[in-house]
């Protein structure tokens, strides 16, 4: 019997680390990622940023605020190339009813025009101990 529980405890002890080698050094290496986003020369009050990656590698995001974006190393992206979407949305004024569950909400449109999320041309190379700095001035009117 104690034979059982000495292979039980053992067993155990390795579930309970497995977890933790995903954590180390040797799992997919990430960068920090950091800069600024402007909308017709200001900066953008709030909204998000999507790294999508054109290759192999994590996807990863965050919030823009006042303007600034900032991903740190452990929620960054893998080196290599990446499509960028961004978002933010104003209130239109209008309230939605959802009958259904018998809610309303205030309906929100984007502010940032297709070419910069739905239909984003924008892309940034993440280097290996690169500086990894992007700034993005968008624009909502042709010029």
Known sequence: ??????????????????????????????????????????????????????????????????????????????????RIDINAWKESGRIIRDEAMGTTEENLISIIPPKYNLNSTLEINVEKGGNNQFDFDLVTTSK
């Open 1 to 82: 019997m104690l034979d059982f529980i000495v292979k039980a405890l053992f067993f155990f002890s390795i579930s309970l680390l497995i977890p933790l080698l995903g954590c180390s050094e040797t799992g997919v290496p990430r960068e920090a990622v950091s800069g600024h986003v402007t909308l017709d020369g200001q900066p953008l009050p709030e909204g998000t940023i999507q790294l999508q990656p054109l290759g192999e590698g994590p996807s990863a995001g965050g919030k823009i605020q006042e303007g600034r974006y900032e991903l740190s190393r452990n929620v960054g992206p893998s080196p290599g190339k990446y």
